[in-house]
Nanobody
């Protein structure tokens, strides 16, 4: 498994921006797709965004499309989630996750396909 550590969460007003980061260690980062999920109080964990092992493909939940951008920096073993035009409904704990399969051709959006998870970082958007 890979160890993942998120950072960069916090409190922001609606319409503002935040960037959360996820530093990976423990296995070859560049071989695996990476994803961001979130969980709001009283709700199930949901998919937010994912990026292929190459960085060439990205996928987003409809609720964040056009506002969030996922990216990865291979030489830093880090994946980012840039969040713009934040809304109160974006309030949640954001989790970084690593795919369990190397070189996956089609990036998964299912939590079950990710086997390493960070501890989460809280993002709170005030109205």
């Amino acid at each position: 498994q890979v160890q993942l550590v998120e950072s960069g969460g916090g409190l922001v007003q609606a319409g503002g921006s935040l960037r959360v980061s996820c530093a990976a260690s423990g296995r070859t980062f560049s071989r695996y797709a990476m994803g961001w999920f979130r969980q709001a109080p009283g709700k199930e964990r949901e998919f937010v965004a994912a990026i292929s092992w190459s960085g060439g493909s990205t996928y987003y939940a409809d609720s964040v499309k056009g506002r969030f951008t996922i990216s990865r920096e291979k030489d830093k073993n880090t994946v980012y989630l840039q969040m713009n035009s934040l809304k109160p409904e974006d309030t949640a704990v954001y989790y970084c996750a690593a795919d369990r399969t190397t070189w996956r051709l089609v990036v998964s959006t299912r939590a079950a396909d990710f086997d390493s998870w960070g501890q989460g970082t809280q993002v709170t958007v005030s109205s």
